[in-house]
Each structure stands twice: as C-alpha cells, then as structure tokens.
Nanobody, 123 residues
C-alpha cells in the first residue's frame, strides 16, 4: 500500500555533508507527516527529525539540531534530510517513516518505514 525508499547515504569524512532522500507513494504524502530515524550497530533506533504534513513544522533531536534540515516536496512525494558538519557518531542506518497523525516529533506513531540507507562518517 505504502512504500518508502531512502537514498543518498554513503561514506563521508567528518565535517562533510550528505543529503538523504526518501521517495514515497502519493498516498503517503497526502496523509502523513514524515520522520527520520537512525540506528547504529548495537544501539536502539533513535529519532532524528520530522516534518508535518501541512504546516511543515519541523522537529529535531538535540544530537542533530543546528546541523540538519528536513524538508518535503509534496509534488515529488519526497522528503529530504540535509546533514552538515557530520560527525563519526552520526554513523548509522537512516530510515524514513510516515506518521498518519499528520504531525511529527519523536513520540507520535509512525505507521510505515523504509528499508534504510547507510551513512558512514569517518574521522
């Protein structure tokens, strides 16, 4: 019914930048807020950023606040995560997710998840 496909991950040196993309079905963007999560090996998945369905209000975790920006282009059914000043601790698999609540944040229910894209930051 709904598919989310992340791309844009890769290997980057500390201090560099990456722009992740998440392509979604049309239904996803007509109903859902979008969020970004990440999970490093041996660690729990954590919230990174989100953007609302209509108001486009954004939320960021303290770990990425000031370094990352999420945005959405509903005409392309795509959400983006621009990450700057990357640190080795940013290394993780990054997932996009859709929330039928229409609002983002770390505590709302996310209904659908992508397969993830690997981000590796070398020191």
């Amino acid at each position: 019914q709904v598919q989310l496909v992340e791309s844009g991950g890769g290997l980057v040196q500390a201090g560099g930048s990456l722009r992740l993309s998440c392509a979604a079905s049309g239904r996803t963007f007509s109903r859902y807020a979008m969020g970004w999560f990440r999970q490093a090996p041996g660690k729990e998945r954590e919230f990174v950023a989100s953007i609302g369905l209509i108001d486009r209000i954004t939320y960021y975790s303290d770990s990425v606040k000031g370094r990352s920006t999420t945005s959405r282009d509903n005409t392309k059914n795509t959400v983006y995560l621009q990450m700057n000043s990357l640190k080795p601790e940013d290394t993780a698999v990054y997932y996009c997710a859709a929330s039928s609540t229409g609002v983002g944040g770390p505590s709302v229910l996310y209904d659908h998840w992508g397969q993830g894209t690997q981000v590796t930051v070398s020191s």
